[in-house]
């Protein structure tokens, strides 16, 4: 695929795991995401092992904290070379606006993209922390929010993607986790959605996470989810 739209994440906590299983899999047909865990216990270098294996890295901390850390942290990923980056719609305009400028003018640009709410959460995990509506309004303010302040996409349930495609348009990334094929377990997500239905909705990229890593053969369950996804673009 010329443009992967499978990020495999890489929950493991040593970079022996992960390493493992990046080389059971192939650069062209995905994407990686490092994710807390991962980072907290390898750091940089894990990153850097992996950018330099040919893998298109995106590095998903949800940075959060006042403009001038988050712009410094943003930078620092971007000479890192990752392919995305992304921070938490939460912090603010002003906030996600300074990360936009801190690597706007870097040689190997990532996307940047902000974290809206997150898909283990339901209408009353939203209440109980003072957010007012229901997650698909939540969403889509954040969303315009990062838009308007220059970010390139935002990550968001796959149930969300219809509506936010009407609202900002089809340039701006929408990038879905709580992505499971239909004979998955849900594990801990809430609001989850097959692949297929997820690129139909209008998702540009996908995170899947255990479907593939505990997989018998992580690169056949990649190589079946690809096909499905360009079966349907077949159809379309």
């Excluded at 907290?40 to 040919?54: D, F, I, M, N, R």
């Excluded at 930078?75 to 690597?103: D, S």
């Excluded at 690169?219 to 360009?230: A, D, G, P, Q, T």
Aim: aromatic share 4%.
């Amino acid at each position: 695929m010329h443009d992967p739209k499978v990020i495999v994440a890489l929950d493991f906590p040593s970079v022996n795991e992960a390493l493992e299983l990046a080389n059971r899999l192939d650069p062209k047909l995905c994407k990686l995401k490092i994710g807390k865990e991962l980072f907290t216990a390898t750091g940089p270098s894990c990153v850097e092992k992996l950018v330099s294996s040919g893998f298109d890295v995106f590095l998903d901390l949800k940075f959060h904290d006042i403009p001038n850390t988050v712009a410094s942290a943003c930078k620092v990923a971007a000479q890192l070379g990752v392919w995305m980056v992304n921070v938490h719609a939460l912090g603010g305009r002003a906030m996600l606006t300074a990360a936009r400028e801190a690597i706007d003018n870097e040689l190997h640009r990532p996307k940047l993209i902000a974290v809206t709410l997150l898909t283990s959460m339901g209408s009353e995990d939203m209440h109980e922390t003072g957010l007012l509506g229901e997650p698909q309004e939540a969403v889509l303010r954040l969303a315009k929010l990062a838009q308007t302040s220059g970010l390139d996409g935002v990550v968001c349930s796959a149930q969300e993607t219809a509506m936010l495609r009407r609202e900002l348009g089809y340039e701006f990334a929408l990038v879905t986790p709580g992505i499971r094929p239909a004979d998955s377990s849900r594990d801990d997500q809430v609001r989850i959605m097959t692949p297929s239905d997820a690129i139909y909705m209008g998702s540009s990229y996908l995170v899947i996470g255990r479907p593939i890593t505990r997989a018998d053969d992580p690169l056949h369950m990649l190589k079946k989810i690809n096909s499905e996804i360009e079966l349907l673009g077949e159809i379309e």
